[in-house]
């Protein structure tokens, strides 16, 4: 019964031996850097520098990557468009056209439940007058009112034509922003002018311009003009349209919806015809898959930089065991051990890096706070980031620790008393 009350005791008391020699160990390391203050700044100065540099880097990519995917968002993640491609072994009958048709549009709306708006874009091509005789090629395309929400354009000044615009066949258009600036000065100066357009006068009631450049896939140029399609129709006395555009309820019905889309439009016409039905998925993908080789790449230099300053630490770590070879052989002359002397210089190591990959972390976070809180700039904050930079840092004083602190470990005590 003694025996068995006398061994619970025995168990807190190893427990508090091993706290205290860890704290000792914690002091030591701390009284080791006030004795050369220097010493301990510039090697901690790498980490600093290395874990720091690991923040920015991961900011600066997120901030990309954000970049790039909010300009695609601009175009419209949700946007599919149809077009007429040709005839594939049509044998005779391919001089016959089968392009797409205004019923086509209303055959997928009513089929295909991932729409939520569409537009016909009808081309012609006119050359038209700008005063003082100079006369341009201009490019005209029929659209409908729903034209600015599925194609997301940008009023610049004036309003877009309504369905009021469509239904009474108004002789009203838009042109391109950078049109009105080169033939009339500015975007406020065109509203109210004038177009002939084969033979009939159209007044601009508003300026536009793409939300950012739809990297070549877009039907807008320089010299763009838009009319109702309703009257595009009616002066060419044509049902056929050379493209569709499609706006998606959200993004994941994207895949669903563009395959629908084609399967309607394939039933509608003949076998032989050939239509493409395309969205931005594509583009999203390379986009996404461009920002992280760039985000990996910068990260491999961060890391570089995390592993010069480890083996900045390592080359100090070992010119601070040559300097301190007498106090080895004086702790082991005491009774340290081996494993003790390694702990020491072990954990020396860690806790500069430690030290500095906090530091390093501060400094790091500061710059996309300061841009948050300052600025209206909305700047990614890479808190997880942050944690595994800190990790790292005392992974890289426990791999380049290790070298120097098994050397001190294994000073013969008797050489070391006798060193100077």
Not at 35 to 58: C, F, W
Not at 104 to 111: G, S
Not at 198 to 203: I, Y
Not at 248 to 261: A, F, H, K, L, Q
Request: proline share 3%.
């Amino acid at each position: 019964m003694a025996e068995s009350a006398a061994k619970p005791r025995t168990v807190p008391i190893a427990r508090v031996t091993r706290s205290m020699a860890f704290g000792e160990f914690i002091s030591q390391a701390f009284a080791a850097f006030r004795a050369d203050k220097v010493r301990a700044t510039m090697t901690a100065l790498g980490m600093v520098i290395g874990t720091s540099a690991l923040i920015l880097v991961v900011t600066i990519a997120l901030s990309g990557k954000q970049y790039v995917l909010a300009q695609i968002e601009n175009i419209g993640t949700n946007l599919v468009w149809a077009e007429y491609e040709g005839l594939v072994n049509a044998g005779a009958t391919a001089t016959v056209r089968d392009y797409l048709t205004f019923d086509d549009m209303i055959a997928a709306e009513q089929q295909v439940p991932e729409i939520k708006a569409a537009t016909p874009v009808l081309n012609l091509h006119e050359r038209i007058s700008t005063g003082g005789g100079k006369e341009i090629d201009i490019l005209i395309l029929g659209v409908d009112p729903n034209y600015e929400e599925v194609r997301r354009m940008r009023v610049v000044s004036g309003r877009f034509f309504d369905e009021q615009d469509s239904e009474l066949f108004n002789k009203v258009c838009l042109v391109t922003q950078k049109f009105a600036e080169v033939h009339y000065g500015d975007s406020d100066a065109a509203l109210g002018s004038t177009v002939k357009i084969m033979g009939l006068p159209f007044v601009v009631i508003g300026t536009f311009r793409e939300s950012m450049e739809t990297f070549g896939r877009s039907e807008i140029q320089d010299d763009t003009i838009l009319i109702p399609y309703t009257l595009a129709r009616r002066m060419t006395g044509t049902l056929s349209i050379n493209q569709i555009y499609f706006t998606m309820y959200n993004s994941d019905s994207v895949p669903v919806g563009t395959r629908e889309i084609l399967r309607v439009i394939k039933s509608r016409h003949r076998p032989e015809s050939e239509y493409k039905v395309e969205n931005l998925t594509d583009v999203l993908q390379v986009a996404e898959k461009t920002a992280n080789a760039f985000t990996l790449i910068l990260l491999l230099f961060a890391v570089v930089t995390l592993i010069v300053g480890g083996v900045g630490i390592m080359n100090i770590m070992l010119a601070t065991v040559s300097t301190r070879i007498r106090e080895v052989g004086i702790r082991k002359a005491v009774g340290a051990t081996r494993i003790e002397i390694e702990m020491q210089f072990l954990i020396e190591a860690v806790l500069i890096s430690l030290v500095g990959g906090i530091i390093g972390t501060l400094l790091g976070l500061a710059v996309p706070f300061s841009l948050r809180f300052f600025t209206d700039i909305y700047v990614p904050v890479p808190l997880l980031a942050a944690l595994i930079a800190i990790l790292v840092s005392c992974s890289v004083g426990v791999v380049f620790g290790t070298l120097p602190a098994r050397l001190a470990a294994r000073l013969d005590p008797i050489e070391s008393l006798r060193h100077e």
